[in-house]
């Protein structure tokens, strides 16, 4: 009976042995499993913590794109605004240019026109409504300074030089050209006061 008591043994001991490898392998299966897992959760964050970042920042983009457009928006609308007002103001023009206001301001303003141009010798253009008063406020004797009917001089005047090197343009329309940024920035703070 040794040899059925060796083989009982040594059937024991192999059997013994797989117990300890199978204890071995799932532990070791164990262990993957949890580090894969652990792995997984941590890659599933990562994923979903970047989408939710390209989210926020495609929002962000789509909302710097929507204020972009609203801000362009109400820049266009202000400048069909002012262009409304300013063709208005120009229709307005020949009138004022006509007022006693404006006829009483054109000794002064010829005068500095005329000091600019820097000769004796210059030529006033101007409408034909406007020129026997350019007639009145020319320099007395000075006959240099020529009055010239102009339909297209606008509302206003123009002194020439003689020589056509120098003009002074005092007509009401580039007055309100140069004007224009000054009363612009005065109509579109009126129209903030009435909001």
């Known amino acids: ?5 060796l083989l009982e043994a040594l059937e024991r001991d ?3 042995q797989v117990e300890q490898t199978l204890a071995r392998a799932r532990a070791e299966a164990d262990r993957l499993t949890t580090e894969s897992a652990a792995v ?7 994923a979903a913590a970047a989408r939710a970042s390209a ?4 929002v962000e983009h789509a909302v710097t794109l929507a204020r972009r457009e609203a801000r362009r928006s109400i820049l266009e609308a202000r400048e069909r605004l002012l262009e409304r007002v300013f063709a208005a103001a120009r229709t307005e023009l020949p009138a004022a240019a006509a007022g006693p206001a404006y006829r009483a301001s054109l000794p002064a303003a010829l005068s500095g026109a005329l000091a600019a141009v820097g000769s004796d010798q210059a030529v006033i253009r101007c409408p034909a409504t406007l020129a026997p008063d350019l007639e009145r406020a020319r320099p007395r ?3 240099a300074v020529q009055v010239e009917v102009d339909p297209a001089s606008g509302s ?17 329309e580039s007055r309100l ?13 009126q129209l903030e006061l009435e909001s």
């Open 141 to 143: 004797g000075s006959k």
């Open 177 to 189: 050209d140069r004007l224009r940024f000054i009363l612009a920035r005065r109509v579109l703070a």
């Open 156 to 172: 206003g005047f123009r002194v020439v030089s003689a020589d056509g090197a120098v003009e002074v343009d005092d007509t009401l």
């Open 1 to 5: 009976m040794g040899l059925e008591h």
């Open 40 to 46: 997984l959760e941590q890659r599933c964050r990562a």
């Open 55 to 58: 989210r926020v920042q495609d």
């Open 14 to 16: 192999a059997d013994a």
